[in-house]
């Protein structure tokens, strides 16, 4: 008699795709932290050291700097947000468990955000007195001291609280050390280009290649702006291309601020820029992945700022000024490319035919850029139309 005996396996439990989500791919995540890194340079009230440098060379006081600088750095950060947030949509990417978010008591404990406040406080204290730029930074500082003391009295003891003071004075100290001897060094290049007549040179054949035409200097500035920029902190290569490539944006009819400005913004995206990339290859070896990929990511992610610097010459309001109208219009055609442009890179389908779709993008971000009043209007139109027939192919398809 032959008895057949079947192996049979514990029955199978259902596993819900949400159970165990992908991971956040190692180059997306160092573009990110490069990408949003470097917007801190551009981000007011407190940008990077090379802004405080700009306040001096340009001759107007620091508030200036932040009022031009504010919706530019907004946009920035949109475009960011939206472009990470789409390309999770389209990767599966789970949202960050609530219980690994540390709570909202613990993140405005005013322990945490007292010495930020105080800091900020302190330095538009010294902007409204119409204090140095240096003086308002003593201001700034003071109050940081100040709200930390008051805000740890009680929790540490006195010897381990002026230990902190002491540390946090050696690193900055060392920090300016760091900054001191970049921007002497980048003022000895700079002397030497200018008693050779390098920068004039340079200056004036980049005008006379592009002769009248205010888009083809901006466009070599710009690109002269990233080579010179790749390899040198942002301070040390904006001291560089200011004094050389910021006269011929003038000499075209461009103002000093938004001339400073426009080769401030392409030297900190240098640093991100294939392909000498110094913010990528930090982040690609601390996520331990290639940084090539790393660099293709952060192109991505930072598309917007490669474009933020020629609105700033298309629509005056960019600086917020020109009037409610000039600042609206520039609202408007930023917002339009900061969801047209992640739209486009991140491949996520609009109308749902991926020919339509690239077309309808690019004479989007096309007329948001077209130097006219009314162009940004129409490229909110084509958006929105092209977002409505797309909802309705999708009801009609469900």
């Known amino acids: 008699m032959i008895s057949l005996s079947v192996a049979t396996s514990p029955p199978r439990q259902f596993h819900h795709p949400y159970d165990d989500p992908p991971r956040l791919p190692a180059p997306l995540a160092a573009a990110v932290e490069a990408v949003a890194s470097t917007g801190g340079q ?7 050291a090379a802004a405080f440098v700009m306040a001096e060379i340009v001759g107007v006081p620091y508030t200036d700097i932040i ?32 219980e690994e978010l540390p709570p909202w008591a613990l993140i405005l404990a005013p322990r945490r955000v007292g010495p930020v406040c105080a800091a900020l406080i302190g330095l538009g204290i010294g902007f409204w007195l119409g204090r140095s730029v240096a003086t308002s930074a003593f201001y700034g500082i003071v109050g ?13 003891p006195a010897r381990e609280m002026a230990g902190r003071v002491l540390d946090g004075l050696e690193d900055a100290g060392r920090g300016l050390v760091i900054i001191g001897v970049l921007l002497a060094g980048a003022q000895v290049l700079v002397s030497m280009v200018n008693l050779t007549g390098a920068g004039v040179a340079l200056s004036s054949a980049i005008v006379s290649l592009g002769g009248d035409s ?4 901006a466009l070599m500035v710009g690109l002269v702006c990233l080579v010179m920029g790749m390899g040198l902190p942002t301070t040390a ?3 560089l291309v200011a004094a050389v490539l910021a006269p011929a944006l003038t000499e075209v009819g461009i103002p000093p601020l938004t ?3 426009f ?3 392409f030297a900190t995206i240098s640093v991100i820029t294939p392909p000498v990339c110094v913010a990528v290859f930090v982040a690609a070896g601390i996520a331990g992945t290639n940084w090539m990929q790393a660099a293709g990511e952060a192109v991505r992610l930072g598309a917007m700022t490669y474009l933020v610097p020629f609105l700033l010459l298309i629509y005056p309001g960019m600086v917020l000024e020109g009037g409610p109208f000039a600042i609206l219009d520039a609202m408007l055609a930023g917002l339009v490319l900061v969801l047209a442009i992640p739209l486009l890179l991140s491949r996520i389908p609009l109308t749902g035919q991926r020919g339509l779709d690239i077309a309808l993008l690019l004479a989007v971000v096309a007329l948001a850029i077209w130097p006219h009043p009314v162009t940004p209007f129409l490229a909110a139109l084509v958006l929105l139309g092209g977002w409505g027939f797309g909802r309705r192919r999708q009801r009609a398809t469900a």
Do not use: C, E, K, N
């Open 263 to 265: 080769v401030f913004y």
């Open 259 to 261: 001339a400073h400005l």
């Open 42 to 48: 551009i981000a007011p009230p407190i940008m990077g």
């Open 237 to 239: 290569a904006y001291v």
């Open 144 to 156: 940081l001291l100040a709200a930390f003391v008051l805000t740890q009295a009680g929790r540490l």
């Open 214 to 217: 205010m888009a083809m200097v």
């Open 67 to 98: 009022r031009a600088a504010l919706l530019p750095a907004v946009l920035f950060y949109v475009s960011v947000f939206v472009t990470v947030h789409l390309v999770s949509v389209r990767r599966g990417l789970a949202l960050v468990p609530a």
